[in-house]
């Protein structure tokens, strides 16, 4: 179970945290199926709790007998570090919901690779409430992991009840909707959870105990010799995947605009970066090395430009591929590299070009990559 360890609601002023119904329903219901717990978040000890989830009128009787149980409360005061979970060690993840999580593990690089992680790998994932937000930086096969699929999560009906609609730095519905997801919702406050293939999610706190009960029935389903994941090269898709159509060669003036997105994010985290530009046909349009880059980064920063933009996916595909997936042939494809931080960059529906960054750990450059391939991939 992943908790957060965000405690400050915007600037506000006031605290937030997990909601406890989302971590005490789940919880007692995983326990009391004789299921082995390991409680993490990004900082790891106690999760700070949003006060208001722990009001008179909003007891339950899991949050009552959390409140007398010692073990549980134990163990919540010590979670694990987030860093430190690989998905090979677990079934499944639930992530607990509550206010906290749309600003960390929405954004941390670690939540993400640990969620693809799981769901490249071929295991369920659950989230519940504002926790279905998490998702939005997470991708599968070069698009967004919610993309097409059934989902819920907090309303904007919701939100707007506990007066937090322009506080929170993103609406957990329209960014789902945003995503491509299809975001379906039953009235406020009712429980409600969703199942989509491996995925499952739930709308709301009263939604904490369907949504855990969904996750053991889903892991009771599978084969009793199913501990080994499926072979992903066994699934056939409908679509051809990354089938982006290569559009005209991007321009110098965009390619710059890129670059310097990507120096700003990287000047504004202390990193030192080279970074590259190359056009849909994978030649060098533009570059730049920071003051201080490690030289032999530059021409990885190229190889990773010119790879997302010939091969029309991000480099972080050929590395799961690898690393995850065991398909090391991939490196006898000429021009592959197995390291993230190159992304393509689509205009008006067509790639132009990519973008490649090297100078860090993989996680840094696919930061700094992706702050530059916003500029021209929000068009």
Not at 116 to 126: P, W
Request: charged residues 20%.
């Amino acid at each position: 179970m992943v908790l957060t360890s965000h405690n400050q609601l915007g600037s506000t002023g006031r605290t937030t945290g997990f909601w406890l119904e989302e971590f005490a329903a789940p919880y007692f219901v995983f326990r009391d199926a004789g299921v082995e717990l390991t409680l993490a978040s990004p900082k790891g000890g106690q999760p700070p709790l949003d006060p208001k989830s722990d009001l008179p009128e909003e007891q339950t009787p899991a949050m009552t007998r959390f409140k007398k149980d010692a073990t549980a409360q134990k163990a919540l005061a010590d979670t694990v570090k987030l860093a430190d979970m690989k998905s090979e060690d677990f079934d499944t993840v639930f992530y607990v919901g509550g206010h906290g999580p749309m600003w960390d593990l929405a954004e941390s690089p670690v939540s993400i690779a640990l969620l693809e992680s799981f769901y490249n790998s071929g295991k369920v994932i659950a989230l519940v409430c504002h926790s279905p937000g998490v998702l939005r930086h997470v991708m599968y096969q070069g698009e967004p992991l919610v993309k097409g699929k059934r989902v819920t999560g907090f309303t904007n009906e919701e939100e707007a009840d506990v007066q937090l609609t322009h506080v929170v730095p993103f609406l957990v519905e329209d960014e789902l909707k945003r995503l491509g997801a299809r975001f379906e919702k039953v009235p406020k406050w009712q429980p409600f959870a969703i199942v989509d293939g491996r995925l499952i999610t739930g709308q709301n706190p009263a939604s904490s105990t369907s949504a855990a009960k969904a996750l053991l029935n889903l892991l009771a389903q599978r084969p009793a010799n199913s501990s080994a994941a499926p072979n992903p090269l066994d699934v056939v898709p409908d679509e051809i995947p990354f089938d982006v159509p290569y559009g005209q060669p991007i321009q110098l003036a965009k390619a710059q605009a890129a670059i310097d997105a990507a120096v700003a994010e990287a000047t504004q985290r202390n990193w030192k970066m080279n970074v590259a530009v190359a056009d849909s046909g994978g030649n060098l349009v533009a570059f730049q090395r920071m003051d201080g880059a490690m030289l032999a980064s530059i021409q990885i920063a190229e190889h990773k430009a010119k790879a997302a933009a010939t091969f029309r996916r991000p480099t972080k595909i050929f590395e799961d591929g690898i690393q995850r997936m065991h398909l090391n042939y991939l490196l006898a494809f000429d021009g592959v590299i197995a390291s993230r931080g190159g992304i393509p960059l689509i205009d008006q529906g067509a790639i132009i070009g990519a973008i490649g960054c090297s100078g860090g750990t993989d996680s840094q450059d696919e930061i700094v990559s992706n702050a530059g391939a916003a500029v021209i991939n929000q068009r």
